[in-house]
């Protein structure tokens, strides 16, 4: 008998269990999630925009973010706002979030075009995708001359935009050595690309990698390879008009270059297997 009401009273108890839970996940139901506390309650702009410089400060670009929207959505005008916008952009740029800087970026410079620091926002978009990688490119050793030159182009444009726009910029300076590298690399790839056409035997393609180099980076690194290329493949093309033009070009530029040296015996296709025994 004590043993049958102990198990009627486990039972009523199991019950009770179940039904108070089900009421807890019904007000749930009703009354939604909790709220997160917001802890700039009552704060004015400048104490909200001093909270989000000490989180940048700490490298926790989230938190500052959160704040400077705050900033931006709670005060929309005045001094903080426009700057709490600036500061958005350069923590999505530290945290290595580059579509999200460039669209902040480009949102700063729509609002305020004639803002005295707009072009920080041309130079932010142009450092966004300066030295952006995939993720198996973050974990290789792989050139960045190797790379899809898609993001460099975009950074190219930016800082050609900035220093054409603002040449007494504070940021035009390095905005140009930027773009120096940018054409060195993306002229690099281009002969890259033109390698891996010889080694495969497809000489025009080649051909017209190299031309693009001379044509669009006429003052980069990659002219003289992009010459030896082209000489290259006039040569397997049997171009011997086109290969003798060019060769001349490459000993008027390039006299000590080793293909004009006497050291490539012309009569033989040895062009391209002479540049590619310098690597």
Not at 19 to 27: E, I
Not at 77 to 92: D, R
Not at 202 to 216: D, F, G, S, T
Request: aromatic share 14%.
């Amino acid at each position: 008998m004590k043993h049958t009401a102990n198990r009627i009273a486990t039972a009523i108890l199991q019950l009770l269990s179940i039904v108070l839970l089900a009421l807890f996940v019904q007000g749930c139901a009703i009354f939604g999630e909790p709220t997160e506390l917001d802890d700039t309650k009552g704060w004015q702009a400048d104490r909200i925009y001093a909270a989000g410089d000490e989180k940048m400060q700490d490298k926790d670009y989230d938190k500052a973010i959160l704040y400077f929207q705050k900033l931006e959505s709670r005060f929309p005008h005045g001094v903080y706002a426009t700057q709490a916008q600036l500061e958005i952009a350069y923590a999505y740029y530290k945290k290595q979030d580059p579509i999200s800087c460039v669209a902040a970026a480009d949102r700063f410079i729509k609002l305020h075009p004639n803002h005295p620091n707009v072009d920080y926002a041309y130079y932010l978009k142009g450092l966004a995708t300066f030295n952006e990688r995939g993720f198996i490119e973050k974990y290789t050793a792989q050139e960045i001359s190797d790379r899809d030159p898609k993001a460099l182009k975009l950074s190219f444009a930016a800082f050609k935009e900035l220093t054409e726009r603002y040449p007494k910029s504070r940021y035009f300076k390095d905005a140009t050595q930027r773009m120096v590298y940018l054409v060195n690399a993306l002229s690099q790839h281009e002969v890259h690309v033109a390698r891996y056409y010889m080694k495969r035997q497809a000489y025009l393609a080649a051909l017209n990698r190299a031309k693009y180099v001379l044509e669009y980076y006429p003052n980069s690194l990659a002219v003289e390879e992009a010459l030896v290329i082209s000489i290259s493949a006039y040569d397997y093309m049997d171009l011997a008009d086109l290969k003798d033009d060019t060769l001349r070009i490459l000993k008027t530029n390039y006299p000590q270059n080793p293909m004009v040296s006497g050291k490539v015996v012309e009569d033989e296709h040895l062009w391209w297997k002479f540049w590619e025994s310098l690597y």
